[in-house]
Nanobody
Framework: QVQLVESGGGLVHAGGSLSLSCAASGFTFGNSAMSWLRQGPGLGLELIAY????????SYAPSVNGRFIISRDNAKNLLFLQMNSLKSEDTGVYYC????????RGQGTQVTVSS
């Protein structure tokens, strides 16, 4: 079955950086577009970054464009999200998902940005 395991979250000061990872299994990762979603406190799921299977074509939500970078390693079935210049509004649970989601997705990893 599809399994997605996110890691790398934590507590960081505003302006800092974090790098998230997602280990994927149970499907042909190299053939699948992938995305990162996030859910802020009291908010719904937001698609923030998308990458096609080629690893070249990407798109971002305006809220993170220019600060976050999505990438992937198809040989290792890994998805990444490099988050720079973090803001308090980036606080939330971050999920990786196949395609544009919202399912399947993992348990998520908590990111907390202190101002």
């Amino acid at each position: 079955q599809v399994q997605l395991v996110e890691s790398g979250g934590g507590l960081v000061h505003a302006g800092g950086s974090l790098s998230l990872s997602c280990a994927a299994s149970g499907f042909t990762f190299g053939n699948s577009a992938m995305s990162w979603l996030r859910q802020g406190p009291g908010l719904g799921l937001e698609l923030i970054a998308y990458i096609k299977s080629d690893g070249v074509t990407t798109s971002y939500a305006p809220s993170v464009n220019g600060r976050f970078i999505i990438s992937r390693d198809n040989a290792k079935n890994l998805l990444f999200l490099q988050m720079n210049s973090l803001k308090s509004e980036d606080t939330g649970v971050y999920y990786c998902t196949e395609g544009m989601g919202p399912t399947p997705r993992g348990q998520g990893t908590q990111v907390t940005v202190s101002s």
